[in-house]
């Protein structure tokens, strides 16, 4: 899983599902108005991460190398409902961001989160541990923990919420309209 940030709205969720209900392409054209909300933010974290290795050691061919394409970054409008244990709980929803914004790919989320978490080596295997992963990308890159997805989310997030705002109202307003349709 990479590293993601979120959006929540209250009855957003709800809204959009009934609206797939109805129809379908008005879903498929809100989720474009969306993503083209967030293009500013995506753009300006891609521009973020250095297309080169940042350390020597992620230079091979595996699946944790350091590859061009590692600028995967990727916009979600997330509808789903909650899992059935939540369900039991009353939860109707789950609580994660309706839109997400994550960083696809291993080499990527481990430079992104590495050296968060309170286990600075994530494995027991002494053979495997690298205690200094994270103190090198900082010294390599400048940068602490959620080097490049939340770096640049807080820059961002006023104007993509005023954005969001306008789209999620006519969200909204559709939903009723076709709800009165019924």
Avoid: C
């Amino acid at each position: 899983m990479g590293a993601s940030i979120g959006i929540e709205y209250d009855g957003l969720k709800q809204a959009l599902r009934e609206i797939q209900k109805v129809d379908p392409a008005l879903r498929r054209q809100i989720t474009k108005d969306i993503k083209n909300a967030m293009a500013p933010l995506l753009s300006a974290i891609k521009d973020l991460i250095p297309s080169s290795a940042p350390l020597q050691g992620q230079k091979h061919n595996g699946r944790t190398a350091w590859k061009a394409e590692n600028k995967n970054v990727v916009m979600k409008v997330d509808t789903r409902k909650a899992r059935s244990r939540n369900l039991a709980k009353g939860a109707q929803f789950e609580s994660v961001g309706t839109v997400k914004i994550t960083a696809k790919g291993a080499a990527l989320s481990m430079a992104d989160m590495a050296g968060r978490g309170p286990n600075q080596t994530r494995n027991k295997n002494p053979l495997r541990a690298r205690p200094g992963f994270a103190e090198y990308l900082t010294a390599s890159l400048g940068r602490g923990p959620s080097r490049f997805v939340w770096a640049r989310s807080d820059d961002y997030l006023d104007e993509i919420t005023r954005n969001v705002d306008k789209i999620v109202i006519e969200v909204m307003d559709k939903t009723n309209k076709s709800l009165v349709k019924r």
